[in-house]
Each structure stands twice: as C-alpha cells, then as structure tokens.
C-alpha cells in the first residue's frame, strides 16, 4: 500500500472514531464491517476508500474534517475555516496558553513514544491525536488573529 492510501485510511479512521462507529453507520447507510473496510490496512481492503458522499456526511457531524484536511495536506493546502462560523472564546492570550499547553502535551508524548527507540502504532496513534489537537488550536488562533477586532 503507498503512502498516500495509507495517509488517507488513517484519517479515514480518525473521522468514524469522531463522529462515532453507531452514529456513522446511520449518517452513510454502511454498515459497521463496510465502515471498517474504507480505513483497513489489510492487503486485500487497499483499493477501498470510503465513497465522497460519505465522507461528506460524517465530516458534518466530526468535530474536524479530517478526510478532507489530509487530501488538502497531501496536495500541500491550507485550509482555514467558514467566515460564518464562530471562533472560540477568548483572544490571541487564551490561543497562545491553548498553544504551549497543546505543544506540551504533543513533546511529552513523544517523549514516552521514543523512549526505546521505537514508536508503535498506539504511540503513533497517540501523536498522530495530539497533533491533530495542536493544528485545532491553531486554526482557531488563525481565526481571531484574522478577526477585524481582534483582542488580547
């Protein structure tokens, strides 16, 4: 499987994780095992990948698009969010101790991750959620910083 297919099947996973596996199955209309199938890294589930309609769906109700933030990735994009949607309360202050907090917990992480020299897939998965965390408060540091009133 390349790179890429693997890329996308982690997201993939990220998005039924966040929305939830029951929730999922009624947003698509795909059962729990097809569901399963989209994000498998099995070698005979490598050419699935979950249909756009469906991912539209369960990005709808994710608390992040994470399909779609990892095609944007992958084409080096950069996505920011709706004008129309709110950002978090707070200012620039609260984003930067969001930040350093977020950064903190993402280093200890890693830490521990390469401690014998080795990160496994739940050390990876662990990051790979710490980071995605990080990029969150970002976005919404983005968000007030573009704010034509923006505030400490």
Known sequence: MSGYNSYLKKHTEALVKDVGIENACKLTGKSKATLGRYYSDSDEHADRFMPVDAVAALEAAASYPHVTSALAEMKGITLSYDDERGNSEGGINSD???????????????????????????????????????????????????????SA
């Open 96 to 150: 930067v101790i969001k930040l350093s907090q977020r950064f903190a917990v993402l280093m200890g992480e890693y830490n521990m991750s390469i401690e014998d020299g080795v990160i496994t897939t739940n050390e990876a998965k662990r990051l790979l959620r710490e980071t995605t965390a990080l990029q969150k408060v970002l976005l919404e540091m983005k968000l007030h910083l573009e704010d034509p009133n923006v």
